[in-house]
């Protein structure tokens, strides 16, 4: 019994060695020649088309007490914001915001309806077609041809021809609101509308809101595109559906809902008015859920 033992402790002595040069092996970041391997990040349990957006909890039309729709602009010039700017040109699992839009409505995954002044209809009767898109706002195809006959195989938009770098804000639609059934005060991103800066040599700098996305078809997309929100830790990457729904994003108020549907600008004349005017409104939705938890 004692040389059985023994052999089987000098067995597992040879085999754990085997064991932990394959682990190592399977995790490494080289192959066995000492190239770097096919990953390109840190390999995680769970993949980036594993994540899942997190579910919202639907509330009844009942139950919804009160409500607010508010209208922001959010610039992604501003520094709190450059994680839905860049990078310029995709890398490493990242590309920005509009990019990813832009190749979803691409793909047709997402709807995308016409911008109208003050007013938003997300009817069939009112989407945009991809191609007349393009054609429109003259985004350059490129062409491939067969080499021999001559004819098109196909006409594709290279990266450099996505214009996210003229891309610099978006309008963002979104709605507070009360859940009498679930106590809860909260608020929920509706629709967003990129907004292009577009150079003009004889008109100069023409501002071109493009159309709007609802935000609700874009989760499942956003949820698995990567953000990269420090340069000085690398770790903390969270989605673009992240930064959403925690609002880690800067905004300011241009409109709210009202029975004259106008936008700040219209009725204020400077912009100490327009900054008063937000404020208000930013102060007046706080002190609403406030005042539901007073005693």
């Known amino acids: 019994m004692k ?28 192959d066995e020649t000492g190239d770097v391997a096919a990953i390109t990040n840190l390999p995680t349990s769970i993949s980036l088309e594993e994540r899942k957006p997190i579910e919202y909890n639907n509330p009844r039309a009942d139950d919804v007490l009160w409500q607010r729709v508010v209208y922001r602009i959010i610039d992604l010039r501003e520094k709190m914001n450059y994680p839905l700017y860049f990078p310029e040109e995709a890398s490493d699992n990242r590309q920005s915001l509009f990019t990813t839009i832009f190749r979803l409505f691409e793909e047709d995954k997402v709807r995308a309806y016409k911008y109208l002044d003050n007013k938003e209809i997300f009817t069939e009767e009112h989407r945009v077609d991809f191609d007349e898109f393009v054609k429109s706002y003259d985004i ?27 891309i610099v804000k978006y309008y963002a639609k979104e709605v507070w609101y009360f859940d009498k059934h679930n106590s809860v005060f909260t608020v929920r991103l509706i629709a967003l509308c990129p907004i292009w800066y577009k150079e003009d040599y004889e008109l100069g700098l023409q501002k ?32 673009m559906d992240d930064l959403f729904i925690k609002r880690r994003f800067g905004s300011y108020i241009f409109k709210e809902s009202s029975i004259m549907n106008r936008n700040i600008l219209q009725y204020n004349n400077t912009a100490e008015e327009m900054h008063k005017e937000q404020e208000r409104i930013k102060t007046f939705i706080i002190n609403f859920e406030q005042d539901l938890w007073e005693y």
Request: glycine share 4%; no cysteine.
């Open 140 to 166: 350059l195809l490129t062409v491939k041809t067969d080499s021999i006959t001559g004819d098109t195989l196909s006409a594709e938009i290279d990266e450099s021809n996505i214009p996210n770098r003229e």
């Open 3 to 30: 040389a059985f033992n023994r052999i089987l402790t000098f067995g597992l002595f040879l085999v754990l060695p085997l064991v932990a040069n394959a682990q190592e092996a399977e995790n490494s970041f080289f």
């Open 208 to 239: 071109f809101p493009l159309f709007w996305v609802p935000y609700d078809d874009m989760r499942p997309y956003l949820a698995q595109q990567e953000a990269l929100i420090s340069d000085k830790n690398n770790g903390a990457r969270e989605t």
